[in-house]
């Protein structure tokens, strides 16, 4: 049995997505209409003064496309048309994966990769007659018998005799295992074609720098309840380019309520944005936006100082480890292990 020292599946709630959280109770018991259509694409100037101080922290919603707008700023572009967000990040991964198996025959895969996600490439693999070939590096990246450059050594052994031109990587794993993606990305390009890239960033955005390995991949995948503390989960997608904004779009908003790729929230939030709103659509709950959004504000300079603040993490995790010595828990020491996770397994 092993346990990680952090945020696993949801980070603690931070302040003003706390206080969201309450005044949105509040307005559902007190005046659930002022949750309106105009309020959600434009924000709450629709509001009267009065209203808005009576709510002030939801005051600082300013529509679904500036929600966009500030989550394409978190992740280092100003495009928000390459900005998806969804109620569940594994219709973001379908999406992903089902874009990938479109264009790649055979993916490079990792044993670190999250099992349900690991699954949906699996399952889309299939269906469009493609092959994944899975890494085993958890054993080696656990125990430290291999740098973060000797794996990706590995990794590119792998990707070149299996002829693949496609992969599928965690930035950090739910271990905690630092994988060095965007310099394998760059290593394999220069050596041939990579097809189609995505990147799995649920435990790295808010974590660790991300902007390097945006750059490098085609789909770039996180969630705003673990480190960035919305708390209400909201998956988050980043496309490369315009084009791949375009097929991700299609894939996600032409498919119906039984796809695999349906997310009511994802369609709702893109129609707010385009204001091209259907007359009779699903029920959502806008609330994981509304909270979001708070988080994105509290976090902008946190964002922009996150080697700062993973430093912290780093030197915290070395503080448990050490109380840890005299204990009936072994901490795991890892070259590969560059992040805020600490991994702990009995003695």
């Not at 009576?54 to 707008?69: A, D, K, T, V, Y």
């Not at 309520?257 to 091209?276: G, K, M, V």
């Not at 700062?308 to 204990?327: E, G, K, W, Y």
Request: hydrophobic residues 40%.
């Amino acid at each position: 049995m092993r346990i990680y020292m952090d945020t696993a599946r949801q980070g603690q709630a931070c302040p003003a997505a706390m206080q969201v959280e309450c005044e949105f109770a509040r307005l559902a018991f007190e005046d659930p209409y002022l949750c309106s259509l105009p309020f959600l694409q434009h924000g709450a100037r629709v509001w009267t003064e009065q209203r808005q101080r009576e709510f002030p922290e939801l005051s600082c919603w300013n529509g679904s496309h500036r929600l966009h707008e500030q989550m394409a700023l978190a992740l280092g572009t100003q495009d928000a048309d390459r900005v998806f967000v969804a109620s569940q990040s594994a219709r973001l991964v379908r999406t992903a994966c089902r874009l990938m198996f479109r264009q790649c025959r055979r993916v490079l895969t990792t044993d670190l990769n999250w099992p349900a996600w690991q699954q949906i490439a699996n399952e889309e693999a299939q269906r469009h007659h493609g092959r994944i070939h899975v890494v085993e590096l958890k054993d080696p990246a656990i125990r430290g018998k291999a740098s973060p450059q000797e794996l990706n050594e590995v990794l590119q052994s792998k990707f070149l005799h299996h002829d693949c031109d496609g992969l599928f990587m965690p930035a950090v794993s739910s271990l905690g295992i630092r994988l060095a993606v965007a310099p394998l990305l760059r290593q394999l390009r220069s050596l041939r074609p990579v097809r189609f890239a995505v990147a799995d960033g649920a435990q790295a955005l808010g974590h660790i720098p991300v902007s390097d390995l945006i750059d490098s991949c085609d789909v770039f995948i996180a969630g705003c309840h673990k480190w960035l503390q919305a708390h209400l989960p909201l998956g988050v997608a980043l496309t490369g380019n315009g084009l791949t904004s375009e097929q991700f779009a299609s894939v996600a908003m032409n498919s119906d309520s039984s796809s695999d790729c349906h997310d009511p929230l994802l369609r709702f939030s893109q129609e707010l944005r385009t204001e091209r709103l259907q007359k009779y659509s699903e029920t959502v709950n806008v609330l994981p936006l509304l909270t979001a959004n708070s988080t994105l504000r509290a976090a902008s300079k946190t964002l922009n100082t996150i080697t700062n603040s993973l430093t912290v993490r780093q030197a915290n995790r070395q503080n448990v480890a050490d109380l840890l010595q005299d204990s009936p828990w072994c901490p795991l020491d890892s070259t590969s292990m560059d992040c805020g996770i600490l991994l702990v397994e009995p003695r």
